[in-house]
């Protein structure tokens, strides 16, 4: 496929194209300390010259470098945008002594992410599975889904918690598993500032028309090439062959006593998994007890609450739910959904206050895996 | 420019919106469980179900939990539930009076593969015997099945459906254990193993299905495929948190399997070898 060129002002124009068709346009923005995904309205939005550092249990977004996607992964990933933190499912009213139940609609507003990382692009293709293809369909998400306009950005500086490389997911979009309208790896060097693209699909060149580009240079093409190979060589990898079966096959292994005893339970690695779908629901009701709600908000397999059965929980150890995540993750997935839910984004490692890795863990568990 | 696709918005998650029942007649069966007899408060006719098929029962405000059907199958104009006083919700549930109304979604989940001929042993502990009541009352409509049941109790004041049990036993056999006997208890003492020999004495192929405690099909469930019966014949129904019964929300895991969709039943064979690990 030819490769495009399109320079900040094509980068800008792209951005108030999508929001001129209707497009609520979400993308990276340095706030409170770190890259989260929110609402923007121009290039201008975007986090230029921040870099940031991860380390497990580490996460500091500072200005450094001139990039406008100089860093890997914040906090936020493309869950948030499609399946939202919390929704009232529905509201009933009391009325004549009978309740009446009515669904609540959700916003219509189609969605564009401008900056989402290839990670976060198959992410979305593995919570299609979950949301989309089961016996029940969440018509919210696909709602959202349906209307999805992705804008990728190849990682060029992944953080050392970064192991999409050995999951198959990244540095570069093309060719992965995720669905993307468009494809930009960026370059910045004496030649100035520019986008090198790739077109995913029809409505991607459709919206490309009404932009300038021009036909990528070849030593552009080659310098990109160059850039995301380098960024493929990710120290940190996680050895997927046989990995399901072998994680089902050994939960008393002595090494998740040893993980229970540095896990807190606190579910960060849940909320900021971009695959991580559980839920619970919320009732709420009037003072005056006539209007009544339902909520569906994010939940963490890390809660005593998410087993409670009976007045007390299946899961009581910390042992017996890290095992749950981390088994469910990268084991049973497998069996329920054809693939596992791991995209490799290493959040989970860079946001648990313990750091604990699930790369070292599992490598270390697998060299002793006679338990 | 093209126009970017503005879908009609079909309302979130239909099936996560209740129904309103109302609360015709409330049965006690023990000192802490009730069968709430139920109908439907809008103008729509009652769901249809399985035997150990799930409802989600609830209270507005109050929130849901899932409940099997302990009714008659075949009862188009009513729903039945059997709920222990446990927590927060099912002890608001065994408060409730005829005329209260309580939310209501289902039928949810793979029912039991009731059997068309042949012997069928159930096998219960507790309050198991609430989402095997249904199974029973059907399988009598089969004149080529021979049903036993098994009953284990802790003691003589926590036998649910007494009236059931009296008229069951003058069909078929009815084995009812319990373990702390009264003063006047003239039946057998024991937990269900008790009664194991006497249940299954000259069948041949028996088809099993057994609901209890965790602990107790996870002790009775290596008993029973080592003597009685093939892993493949052996049906258990699980329980687990949930919270919307259709796959979504991930509480109701049990390995591999969602117990809202891929069960509340399963053989033994595909879940026997899960019942050996601790808090899975």
Redesign the interface.
Known sequence: MNRFMIDLDGLDALIRALEQAGFQVVGPVWERGAVRLRPIRSAADLPQGISDEQAPGRYRASAAGDLLFGYAVGPSSLKEALFPPRRTLWEATLSDGGWRFEAVPADQRPLAVIGARPCDVAAVAVQDRVLLDGSYVDPDYARRRDSLFVVAVNCTVPAATCFCASMGTGPDATGGPGRFDLALTELRDGSGHRFIGTVGSDAGADFLENIPTVVAADDDVAAVDHLLEAAGQQARRLDTDGLSGWIVDHPEHPRWDAIAERCLACGNCTAVCPTCFCVSTEPSMSLDGSVASMDRRWDSCYSLDFTFMGGRPVRSSVKSRYRQWLTHKVGTWQEQFGQLGCVGCGRCITWCPAGIDLTAEIAAMRETSDA | ???????P????????????FRIETVHTETADTVTLSMTP?DDKPCPAFLPAQIGMI?I?????VPVSYSGDPHDVSRLEMTI?A??AITIALTRLGPGD?V?MRGAYGRPWPMPDRGSLVIIVGGLGLAPLRSAVIDARRRPDVDVRLVYGARSPHDLMFADDLAAWAADFDVMVVVEQPSDTWVGRVGLVTAALEEAFAGLDAPTVFMCGP?PMMAAVGPLLVAGHVVDENLWVTM???M??S??????C?F??F?VC?DGPVFSWHQVGHLFE????
């Not at chain 2, 259709?246 to 509480?251: D, K, N």
């Open positions: 420019m093209p126009e970017p696709a503005i879908l918005a079909p309302p979130l998650l239909d099936a996560m919106v209740p129904r309103p408060a609830g507005p405000g109050l929130g849901e222990r446990a927590g109304q939310t965790d329980e687990r948190n919270k919307c259709i796959g979504l929300c991930g509480h895991q390995g591999p969602f969709k690990v601790k808090e899975l």
